[in-house]
């Protein structure tokens, strides 16, 4: 990379995911913004509008979304599980793709850690009745969740069945791709961690049998997608993540397994957010140094990496070649022209916290883009 000249950044040149082409190598990380303000949780035209102002990015990956109705965990996030909230997603599919861009569905289940008050008053399912010691963001605000109901053997595979029609819908609604939600605080890792899960039948137990949902669904999602529209986000190391869904002692070898079973899939890629915070003298003190390259020791196929990335880092970790791609999340939020922005070397705006979840257009839509040296507005 030649720094004195910020057109031959890694990060802002082309890419190719399979038969799609990445303008550039800026993804935007799926972002929960809590706009699907309706009963029916259908995204709105509003949302449109604000994916559609972030189309420069070279992959857009959309926010977090239920694939049924005992998925749900927040107010307001959108659902993929009605052919209604399927027309609600063509509008945007559409608007991202009139603008030249690329758009992936990112298809989630909270599993513990919901409320009655989301699940028309039944208890949140998960791998065991055990208190999760996490909150759920309800009507009435943040209330703690309660001790879920442990899914039988029937409910798990009814679960896989609908991230198979979600994945569907996602096709349906025009999607470029879908990516898996695993990311602590969902399903998934709940599955994947030794404290939540107690099962004693083939989803619970060894590591093998805990990461079992994870193949099941994926196997299930591609008899609808071909693999390489199929992706995966994980977050192996997120000490900070409120309640009992935490990196252990088998973190590393978990992942480890998960990895070298994931390089017979042929994915889109794996994307492995980083770690926030000093690991040293936790479980995964070992993946300090050098993080990106652990994953990549196990993993041959692409890795997207995230968490914390500035336009220099980003540029530096593409060049190093430890990853493939780059996602920025909260940068995103006040910069709809993050790319541009990358281009002529302009600073970033800084987001308005108070307007992340929830409310309308004002925080969401109302970011301008900025003035370039040419003088485009
Ligand atoms: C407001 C907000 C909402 C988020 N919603 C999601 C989500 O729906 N799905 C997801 O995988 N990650 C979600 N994340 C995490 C981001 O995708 C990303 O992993 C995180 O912000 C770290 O990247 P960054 O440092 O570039 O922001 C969210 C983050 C923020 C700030």
Redesign the pocket.
């Known amino acids: 990379m030649n720094a004195t000249d910020p057109n031959k950044q890694l990060l802002l040149e082309e890419y190719k995911l399979g038969e799609l082409t990445l303008k550039n190598r800026v993804v935007m990380?799926?972002?929960?913004?809590a706009r699907a303000n309706n009963p029916e949780l259908i995204p709105t035209p509003l949302m449109a509008e604000y994916y559609a102002q972030r189309a420069s990015a070279g992959l857009i990956?959309a926010?977090?979304?239920w694939v049924n109705a005992q998925s749900i965990g927040f107010i307001n996030?959108p659902g993929i599980y009605t052919v209604e909230q399927v027309e609600g997603w063509k509008l945007v599919t559409s608007a991202v793709h009139e603008k030249g861009g690329l758009i992936f569905s990112?298809l989630?289940h909270i599993g513990g850690a919901s409320h009655p008050e989301l699940l028309n008053g039944e208890l949140p399912v998960g791998p065991s009745a055990i208190d999760l010691q996490t909150q759920s963001f309800t009507p009435d605000g943040f209330k703690a969740s309660p001790v879920p109901r442990a899914m039988s053997l029937a409910e798990i595979k009814q679960t896989i069945r609908d991230y198979k029609q979600a994945a569907r819908h996602a096709r349906d609604a025009g999607f470029d791709g879908v990516?898996i939600?695993a990311?602590a605080g969902?399903l998934i890792p709940q599955f994947l961690s030794i404290a939540a899960n107690r099962r004693t039948d083939d989803y619970g137990g060894s590591i093998e049998k805990r990461a079992r949902i994870v193949f099941d669904i994926l196997n299930s999602i591609m008899e609808v997608w071909d693999s390489k529209r199929v992706a995966i986000?994980f977050?192996p190391v997120m000490l900070s993540h409120v309640g009992i869904v935490k990196p252990d002692e088998e973190t590393i070898p978990l992942f480890k397994y998960i990895l070298d079973r994931l390089n017979d899939y042929d994915l889109a890629y794996v994307?492995i957010?980083?770690p926030?915070e000093d690991l040293s003298g936790s479980p995964v003190a070992a993946l300090q140094e050098d993080y990106f390259a652990h994953f990549q020791a196990h993993y041959t196929g692409r890795i997207m990496a995230?968490?914390?990335?500035s336009k220099t880092t980003a540029n530096e970790i593409l060049q190093k070649g430890t990853a493939d791609l780059v996602?920025?999340?909260?940068?995103?939020?006040a910069n709809p022209d993050l790319v541009e922005r990358f281009k002529h070397d302009l600073p970033l705006a800084t987001a308005d916290?108070s307007t992340?979840?929830g409310g309308g257009e004002q925080g969401y839509t109302t970011y301008p883009k900025t003035v370039y040296p040419d003088g485009r507005g």
């Open positions: 990380a799926s972002l929960t913004r990956l926010e977090g979304t996030v990112q989630g990516e939600h990311q969902m986000k977050t994307h957010v980083g926030s995230n968490l914390g990335f996602s920025f999340g909260e940068p995103f939020i916290r992340y979840y």
